[in-house]
């Protein structure tokens, strides 16, 4: 049964919502939503009598703004992606088989070990929980090279995403080699070969329509260039795709069976446990507690006073920050007041309109602003009435418990992300 969805453009209760938060730095951005470039969609889910979710979509300014830099959310459709491609290989391989990366082409780079990796061997499950759990770069820039240019756009295309356009891994490639991806051996146990990927290079023509440059100047190669910064060529990923592929992913039954994952049971499970787990309580990576504290992916309830989130609740998302532009795409479950929605958003906050200077307005205004914005869609949903309570089971996870073994664990300083 596919789940009816009802859109409500630029919603009246959204923007009431909106309306009533008084904080100074909400309403900084909120009365000037053009400047900062607000987008926001709500989903507000009620499930019926047999617990089946249906999904009313409030939107604001997602009309408005064409453009966004995506930044890191592009990695959650690599890693699942790279799942589904995973189960069209042949020999048994899996999400834990023992990898190794090769190069073939000029800039890049082999992989052999994984130095927070058990026996330090790299995985593909590995590269994904450093991509979810604290947005590691070099991990997905594997995942890219695994999935190639050309299937995972093309896939996304299937799926309905049309606008979508991943081209780049976040290192400083030119066109042809973001084309190129890496051979791949992956390997059992006794290091004989398993199977073997050979380098592919994507042939897509991609279409870059022109979008209006972005901030009044921009420093390119340590040069500061007296104009806005071009983005017609980067990633693209708009808003509501990003939303409908975290629904697609949190509820899979909402979408008709050709447009769902080809993923099993055990690969949602993984990744829901990897988009929702602490980074403090995982293992493999093992992260420093104090500098990767629970909210610090989790935009809409990241509070430099409050770092902890409240009990009983889990945050299934996927955040990104680049260029001043602050973006976060959640599924939020509070099983204790068996509560639960979705919440998209992504603000723009660059003061002095120079980019690529390092120097955004994250800690000022924009985290502020999303912590503001997920604090008012909660409250509204902790007091909102339903008819049939959800039954959330199906996202209870049996998160790890951190081992304290003695390894050192790896600051922020030491991630690039």
């Known amino acids: 049964m596919i789940i009816p969805q009802v859109h409500a453009q630029n919603s009246p209760l959204l923007a009431e919502l909106l309306a009533g938060n008084t904080h100074p730095r909400f309403r900084q951005v909120m009365d000037n939503p053009g400047k900062y470039r607000v987008q926001i969609i709500y989903t507000r889910i009620d499930r019926d009598q047999d617990n089946v979710p249906h999904f009313t979509h409030h939107t604001f300014q997602t009309d408005v703004h064409p453009y966004f830099n995506p930044a890191s959310t592009v990695k959650l459709p690599a890693a699942i992606l790279a799942l ?120 897509i023509s991609f279409e870059y329509p022109q979008l209006p440059l972005i901030g009044n100047a921009h420093y390119s190669n340590n040069t500061l260039i007296p104009e806005g910064m071009d983005f017609s060529r980067a990633n693209n990923l708009p808003l509501s795709d990003l939303q409908q592929i975290l629904q697609r ?8 069976p050709e447009q769902r994952y080809h993923l099993d049971d055990e690969d949602y499970r993984f990744l829901y446990q990897y988009l929702s787990q602490s980074p403090g309580e995982t293992n493999y990576p093992k992260y420093d507690e104090k500098d990767f504290y629970p909210s610090y992916a989790k935009f809409f309830f990241r509070d430099s006073t409050v770092l902890q989130q409240p009990p009983g609740l889990r945050i299934f998302n996927k955040v990104g920050w680049a260029y001043g ?40 205004l924009g985290y502020p602003f999303l912590y503001e914005l ?9 007091s909102r009435k339903r008819t049939y309570p959800p039954d959330l089971s199906a996202f209870k996870i049996d998160y790890e418990q951190r081992v304290n073994d003695g390894r050192p664990a790896l600051k922020e300083s030491e991630v690039d992300n």
Do not use: C
């Open 84 to 203: 589904e491609k995973l189960h069209g290989l042949p020999g048994g391989v899996t999400r834990d088989t023992w990898l190794q990366i090769d190069s073939a082409f000029r800039g890049q780079r082999p992989l052999t070990e994984e130095p927070g990796a058990p026996g330090r061997k790299p995985t593909l499950a590995h590269l994904i929980r450093q991509a979810m759990l604290v947005s590691e770069n070099e991990a997905y820039n594997r995942l890219y090279q695994f999935t190639g240019q050309e299937y995972l756009n093309k896939r996304l295309w299937q799926l309905g995403h049309n606008q979508v356009r991943i081209t780049r891994r976040f290192e400083p490639n030119d066109e042809e080699q973001n084309r190129r991806s890496n051979p791949f051996r992956f390997l059992r146990a006794d290091s004989s070969l398993l199977y073997a990927q050979p380098p592919e290079t994507s042939t």
């Open 374 to 382: 997920g604090q008012t869609i909660y409250r509204h949903e902790l």
């Open 249 to 256: 992913l949190m509820f899979p039954m909402s979408f008709s």
């Open 325 to 364: 532009f602050l973006t976060d795409a959640s599924y939020v479950a509070d099983f204790d007041h068996r509560v639960e929605y979705m919440l998209a958003a992504t603000v723009y906050v660059n003061e002095d309109e120079v980019l690529n200077d390092g120097k955004y307005d994250y800690n000022e």
